[in-house]
C-alpha cells in the first residue's frame, strides 16, 4: 500500500533526510519519500502491517523532530 501524509512543522531539510533514513530502517517499509519542501512524506510499505508500520513512523519522526506532526 502507497501513501502519502502532509507534514505540519517540519523544520529544517536535514531534520526530513534523518527522518527519511529512520522510517527506511523499519521492517516492512519498502520505500519512503520526505518532501521538506513540500512537507510530505510519500510510504509504501506492507498491505496487512501497514498501521503498525506507521504507528511506528510516528515513534521514529518525533524523536527527530518532536513538533512535526503526521497528518493522518
Not at 510499505?45 to 513538533?67: I, Q, T
Amino acid at each position: 500500500m502507497k501513501k502519502v501524509y502532509k507534514l505540519e512543522d517540519l523544520d529544517c531539510a536535514n531534520c526530513a533526510a534523518k527522518m527519511e533514513r529512520s522510517v527506511a530502517k523499519i521492517d516492512g517499509v519498502r520505500s519512503v519519500s520526505i518532501s521538506f519542501m513540500a512537507q510530505r512524506m510519500a510510504i509504501e510499505a506492507d498491505d496487512d502491517r501497514f498501521e503498525e508500520v506507521m504507528d511506528e513512523v510516528v515513534r521514529r519522526c518525533r524523536k527527530v523532530e518532536p513538533d512535526c506532526r503526521i497528518i493522518r
